[in-house]
Every structure is written in structure tokens, then in C-alpha cells.
Nanobody, 120 residues
């Protein structure tokens, strides 16, 4: 059994900052790529940022220069530092991880989501 638990969402004014965390726990052998996605009602879930196990990162254009994705492999935890937030960043943010379990089966797992609301 593997779980991803997000935290750190909330309400912030435009220009403010938030830091999201995603902690993986359970029967984990290793974690490959991890990523943050976001979704608004009636819209498709979109990839925000991704980080490989080696630390390589990639971002969607709209958050480049404002968001920073990072991970602590020793803690099986990923972070998203969000600065200069804009109202259009408002969404439910989900973490995703490609995890190899103790039985060496590889699966994608999702967190439950955390709401980020940016007021203008």
C-alpha cells in the first residue's frame, strides 16, 4: 500500500507565496519521476512541474521563473515553492509519483489534492 499526502495549500493574495509538500509512504522500493498537476472544475488536469529521481526539472511555461519543484529523496517528499502567485494559479493541486513497490511493480500514484486560491 502506497500513499501520497499533500499539504500546504490555502488562500493567499496575488503576489504572495505558498509551499506545497507531497509525502509518499508505504511499501516503497524507489520513486522515479514526481510531478505536480493542477485542475479547475470543468477543465483538464494540467502538468505544472516535474522532477526526475536525479533532480532534473521541467515546468509549464506559465509558471517558469515563479515556481520551483524540489524533492528530498531521503524523506520521499516533494515540494513546490510557488512565488509571485497570480489569480490564474487558483486550482486544486495534485501530486503524482511513479513508484516501484517492494514487489518491484511500478505504478503511478496520486495524492488527494490540495486547494490553492489566489485572490486579486
Amino acid at each position: 500500500q502506497v500513499q501520497l499526502v499533500e499539504s500546504g495549500g490555502g488562500l493567499v493574495q496575488a503576489g504572495g507565496s505558498l509551499r506545497l509538500s507531497c509525502a509518499a509512504s508505504g511499501s516503497i522500493f524507489s520513486i522515479n519521476a514526481m510531478g505536480w498537476y493542477r485542475q479547475n472544475p470543468g477543465k483538464q488536469r494540467e502538468l505544472v512541474a516535474v522532477i526526475t529521481s536525479g533532480g532534473s526539472t521541467n515546468y509549464t511555461d506559465s509558471v517558469k521563473g515563479r515556481f520551483t519543484i524540489s524533492r528530498d529523496n531521503a524523506k520521499n517528499t516533494m515540494y513546490l515553492q510557488m512565488n509571485s502567485l497570480k489569480p490564474e494559479d487558483t486550482a486544486v493541486y495534485y501530486c503524482n509519483a511513479l513508484i516501484i513497490g517492494l514487489g518491484y511493480m511500478r505504478n503511478h500514484y496520486w495524492g488527494q489534492g490540495t486547494q490553492v486560491t489566489v485572490s486579486s
